[in-house]
T-cell receptor
């Protein structure tokens, strides 16, 4: 089972833009890519979802290249409250199962 | 928006006892519910998928006789950890698909922290 990989951790300062990439080489053809935010001892919270190209909502943007083998979550002007773990969730084209990425721990400093 | 609740939020039990965790979709009918387990500083690992009225599908390595799943209605799924042992201590999270969800968007519960002494 191919892993869906993310950088283990990232550091940023308040007000900066943060880009977190997820690598998913075996993504299923018809599945969406979804990103979640998780705080300690809480369930994941939906951030954004997309299929291809670029999607933007009030909190983030999601960039997906044409081959869909990766995706990048972009958080504009992060604040201290954005300190959390961020996960991508994609469908695996081999097993047809939804697989969480390894997670990226984002630490925002003042 | 779609809300999923879990009960209890945390439970501490003695080794050998059974623990039941409830997962409810509060404002939508969940055609499918998922159960995940998350160990400290690790990602969520899918344990099983359940559809209302049918048997759950367990992931490889998850004992179906130890983790009993019942999805009796479109708004309720339960996970029972039978004869719990300290190695079963973990954060258990359910999610649900249904309602106005687009794509494969899952709505997650707040999680249940199980500690087995």
């Amino acid at each position: 089972l191919a892993k869906t990989t993310q950088p283990i951790s990232m550091d940023s300062y308040e007000g900066q833009e943060v880009n977190i990439t997820c690598s998913h080489n075996n993504i299923a053809t018809n599945d969406y890519i979804t990103w979640y935010q998780q705080f300690p001892s809480q369930g994941p919270r939906f951030i954004i979802q997309g299929y291809k190209t670029k999607v933007t909502n009030e909190v983030a943007s999601l960039f997906i290249p044409a081959d869909r083998k990766s995706s990048t979550l972009s958080l504009p002007r992060v604040s201290l409250s954005d300190t959390a773990v961020y996960y991508c969730l994609v469908g695996d084209g081999v097993t047809d199962k939804l697989i969480f990425g390894t997670g990226t721990r984002l630490q925002v400093f003042p | 928006g779609a809300v999923v609740s879990q009960h209890p939020s945390r439970v501490i039990c003695k080794s050998g006892t059974s623990v039941k965790i409830e997962c409810r979709s509060l404002d939508f009918q969940a055609t499918t519910m998922f159960w995940y387990r998350q160990f400290p500083k690790q990602s969520l690992m899918l344990m099983a998928t359940s559809n209302e009225g049918s048997k759950a599908t367990y992931e490889q390595g998850v004992e179906k006789d130890k983790f009993l799943i019942n999805h009796a209605s479109l708004t309720l799924s339960t996970l029972t950890v039978t004869s719990a042992h300290p190695e079963d201590s973990s954060f258990y999270i359910c999610s649900a698909i249904g309602g106005r969800a687009e794509g494969n968007e899952q709505f997650f519960g707040p999680g249940t922290r199980l500690t087995v002494l």
